[in-house]
């Protein structure tokens, strides 16, 4: 079974110009979940779907940040217009559709996005 | 809020050495507890965890008890390898229908010497 997946691996950027970032769940996960590590930094929380409606977005820091999860299927992060504090690694994890104590949620390998 | 603290690394051993990593947090109630860990050009991975006091995770050797009453999980190996170098993050979170977001510390970083 394919685990999470996460496309670019990295990206390189000017400041002020546009990237998405995608991320394809584990077929079937109707919790889809993005992450920001920021400078060696604790990794952040920065929002929640489960499908293709937010159930949580109380990390995301500002309306730079744009996500979607259309069909509730894989899910894009966009940073318009990306400043120098935004580089960091983004990571993508999904979960099951039952919560529970311990669920388990399982992480794809990160885009590292470096803005110049 | 909520939040984890860990020890700052990076963590240099020598091969077959005891590993601690300590770790503590802060949260209302008893969540689940998580280490996780990423090898190098890799993500993360579910390395064990606990889900109420007193539980033990334990995985490829590593081990992790849930102090309530220290509001502790330090992860613990008592003979480490040169493949166990990576970073190491100890997380917390809540269950319940719907999903649930982590909380993470900010990693050590482990490197083990030949």
């Known amino acids: 079974e394919a685990g999470v997946t996460q496309f670019p691996s990295h990206s390189v950027i000017e400041k002020g110009q546009t990237v998405t970032l995608r991320c394809d769940p584990i077929?079937?996960?109707?919790?889809l979940y993005w992450y920001r590590r920021v400078m060696g930094k604790e990794i952040k929380f920065l929002l929640h779907?489960?499908?293709?409606?937010?159930?949580?977005e109380s990390g995301m820091p500002n309306n730079r940040f744009l996500a979607e999860r259309t069909g509730g299927t894989y899910s894009t992060l966009k940073v318009q217009p990306a400043e120098l504090e935004d580089s960091g690694v983004y990571f993508c994890a999904s979960s099951q559709h039952s919560g529970g104590r311990g669920n388990e949620q399982f992480f794809g390998p990160g885009t590292r996005l470096t803005v110049l | 809020g909520d939040s984890v603290t860990q020890m700052e690394g990076p963590v240099t051993l020598s091969e077959e050495a005891f590993l601690t990593i300590n770790c503590t947090y802060t949260?209302?109630?008893?969540?689940?507890l998580f280490w996780y860990v990423q090898y190098p050009g890799e993500g993360l991975q579910l390395l064990l965890k606990a889900t109420k006091a007193d539980d033990k995770g334990s995985n490829k050797g590593f081990e992790a008890t849930y102090r309530k009453e220290t509001t502790s999980f330090h992860l613990e190996k008592g003979s480490v390898q040169v493949s166990d170098s990576a970073v190491y993050f100890c997380a917390l979170s809540w269950g319940g229908t719907g999903g649930f977001k982590t909380i993470f510390g900010a990693g050590t970083r482990l490197f083990v010497k030949a």
């Open positions: 077929s079937g996960h109707d919790n």
């Open positions: 779907f489960v499908k293709e409606s937010k159930q949580d």
């Open positions: 949260a209302t109630g008893y969540p689940s």
